[in-house]
């Protein structure tokens, strides 16, 4: 396991300094409108209890339990909003609306449902036809919340229910912490402003590009409830940078300064000496992939006011992040982040982390911890990770759509698809990319959901089957390919088996065949049917068990399939009834070449093709598989 080298920090510790450097902003007083996002500064709690007085459930008659079944008379009416005026004797019963106090002596609520009115409404007689005990359709003083209970605590982000709860308490005004100020440069002597009107229309000059970090970050900044300035584009010279220092510490008295590019190794890079020079450098290298030469300083201000001392106030946070702009994306979300919020009082400030699941194989860093950018997709099993792709750091491509940087560790190997990994949130997976793709369009019923995976497939999943009868020379490879697409379709399936048939066994059609019947016969045998090594020499007798067992064939399949497996495994094309694909009553048999690559390129081609396919062939125990598969294009 390689250790970060000297001279750097690794993320966690790089994000302690900075924390330890973020101070904690004014508290201000603000409607609680206007505090929609803020972060509260002082605990709310219920200043009565909820409800304040014993509460009807239902529309209906209120009376004493006591009384138990039989006829009622009507004695008055208590609807929400009124106090009671009568108090209830023997077999007397009120009327009484949804959220009314009940009358003295009554305990219990009938809804009106369950109540035969003697005569035209307003009745005056009811009949009760069963006995109900006392409590029945009635919520106690304090049952929501108990007089005194904490609603909201210090650290609380105010969102809508929090808003409500405010009202609830009937608090005209709340303490929150301020927005933090927060200067945004962007530095370059390469960079065009996209935000300058002169740049519209007038298109790119050469040798230069339109900067995109300034957008991104001035966004990101607002929307951590910060309130960002724009300090527009400096160019890579000592006086410009000064001047953006001081812009950022004088005329807009910001608290941090965000500014990108100009932190590497390069002699136009001049961030790192302009902070050495006007501040404390507390690093200016993390051990992480993107994002190497991130640099965090803290550069204090001059005396605020005539007689005030130098440093009353924190000293302004200057965050130098690299120049590439998933770099800057990366860095802002890991460490910037969490600082802003801990600055504006949330009791949590860092990133929410979850488990995923990896679904195709991901290439490590040999040297660097990478924050890989990922969409998260609701499937059976959990979150699944799908890369954004290439995930170069020019690519800014590949933060879109992102929900979460995947922490991976640096190690010279692949990472297999199935992996779970710890992924870092950094979207709103609410309304997030995923959504395309997810797998639970509907609620889970937990009750139904045992039942579906117990009894063998329906909506709960399909089970997949991966039978390899390769010879010796490909059956290695048929295992890996046959573990690796196992990973992948796993957190669809119910149940996945796979079974490896001895070169002789794959030889011979009769002992094939009793191998298949039992994966395609029976209850909960919707589903796909993987067969590896029926292309080779061994692998006779399978694919004759296959012709035998299918009772239709889909040629278009086949031939879609055959043709992208042939570039890669050169047998596809020897045996042409080979790669095919067929149903065997609801299940789709595919037979797939050993070789990962081939079966991989085979499986790819196919995707496109088979909700058509599939939609024709009207096996009903397929429609979930259609969705799984549509997953890996
Ligand atoms: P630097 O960190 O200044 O060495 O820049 C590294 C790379 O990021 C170069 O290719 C720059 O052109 C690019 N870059 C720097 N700043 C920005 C920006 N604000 N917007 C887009 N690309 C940038
Ligand atoms: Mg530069």
């Not at 106690?140 to 007089?147: L, M, Q, R, V």
């Not at 297999?416 to 949130?425: D, E, F, Q």
């Not at 490879?477 to 796979?498: G, M």
């Not at 048999?589 to 790819?604: F, H, I, K, R």
């Amino acid at each position: 396991m390689p250790i970060c080298p000297p001279g750097s920090l690794t993320v966690d510790v790089a994000l302690r300094v900075v924390l330890a450097n973020a101070p904690l902003l004014e508290a201000e007083e603000r409607a609680p409108f206007d505090a929609m996002g803020a972060t509260l500064a002082e605990p709310v709690m219920a200043p009565h209890p909820h409800p304040p007085f014993a509460a009807s459930i239902k529309d209906g008659y209120a009376l004493r339990s006591i009384d138990g079944a039989g006829d009622f008379d009507v004695v008055d009416e208590c609807r929400a909003g009124e106090l009671p005026q009568v108090s209830l004797g023997e077999r007397q019963a009120v009327y009484i609306t949804t959220g009314a106090p009940l009358p003295p002596g009554a305990d219990c609520v009938v809804q009106l449902e369950s109540v035969e009115l003697l005569e035209p409404a307003p009745a005056k007689r009811i009949r009760v036809r069963r006995a109900v005990s006392a409590g029945l359709e009635v919520r106690p003083p304090g049952f929501d919340i108990a007089e005194g209970s904490t609603l909201l605590r210090a650290g609380d982000v105010l969102g809508s229910a929090e808003l409500g709860l405010l009202g609830y308490a009937g608090w005209p005004a709340v303490q929150v912490r301020r927005a933090a100020r927060v200067a945004v440069l962007s530095t370059g002597d390469e960079l065009l402003d996209p935000l300058a009107p002169a740049a519209h229309g007038a298109g790119l000059r050469g040798g230069c590009v339109f900067d995109s970090n300034r957008p991104a970050l001035l966004a990101a900044v607002l929307a951590a409830g910060a309130r960002p300035i724009d300090l527009g584009v400096a160019r890579d010279g000592p006086a410009a940078l000064d001047a953006a220092l001081d812009a950022a510490l004088g005329a807009h008295d910001a608290d941090v300064l965000v500014c990108s590019g100009g932190v590497s190794m390069g002699d136009r890079d001049l961030v790192k000496p302009l902070l050495a020079r006007r501040g404390a450098t507390h690093f200016g290298k993390v051990w992480m992939k993107p994002g190497k030469p991130l640099t965090f300083a803290t550069v204090p201000r001059a005396t605020a006011a005539p007689g005030a001392p130098a440093g009353a106030r924190a000293p302004l946070l200057v965050f130098g992040l690299p120049g590439n702009p998933v770099s800057a994306y990366v860095c802002f979300h890991l460490v910037v982040l969490p600082a802003l919020r801990q600055m504006q009082g949330a009791s949590s400030p860092g990133l929410r982390r979850v488990a995923a699941t990896t679904v195709a194989p991901i290439q490590l860093d040999p040297e660097r911890p990478e924050y890989h950018r990922a969409t998260l997709v609701s499937g059976a099993r959990g979150w699944e990770a799908h890369s954004t792709g290439g995930q170069i750091s020019s690519r800014l491509l590949s933060c879109s759509g992102a929900d979460a940087l995947l922490e991976l560790p640096p190690a010279a190997a692949s990472l297999p698809a199935g992996t779970r990994v710890s992924a870092l949130l950094i979207g709103d997976v609410r309304s997030g990319a995923g959504w395309r793709h997810d797998a639970l369009p509907h609620p889970i019923d937990p009750l139904a959901a045992d039942g579906a995976h117990a009894g063998g497939g329906g909506s709960g999943g399909f089970r997949l089957a991966l039978v390899c009868g390769a010879d010796a020379a490909s059956s290695a490879a048929a295992e890996c390919t046959s573990a690796w697409l196992t990973a992948r379709l796993a957190p669809d399936c119910w149940q996945a088996v796979r079974l490896t048939l001895p070169a002789e066994a794959a030889a011979d059609e009769s002992v094939c065949a009793q191998a298949l019947r039992p994966l395609l016969e029976g209850e909960g045998t919707c589903g796909l049917l993987l067969l590896f090594g029926a292309t080779g020499p061994a692998g006779t007798g399978l694919a004759a068990a296959t012709r035998a067992l299918t009772s239709r064939a889909i040629p278009s399949l086949g031939s879609v399939l055959r043709a992208a497996c042939l570039p890669h495994a050169p047998a596809a094309a020897l045996l042409g009834a080979s790669c095919d694909a067929a149903l065997a009553g609801s299940s789709l048999l595919l037979s797939l070449p050993a070789a990962a690559a081939a079966a991989e390129a085979g499986l790819a081609a196919l995707l496109p093709s088979l909700p058509h396919a599939l939609a024709q062939a009207g096996a009903p125990g397929l429609l979930r598989l259609r969705s799984s598969l549509s997953l890996g294009r």
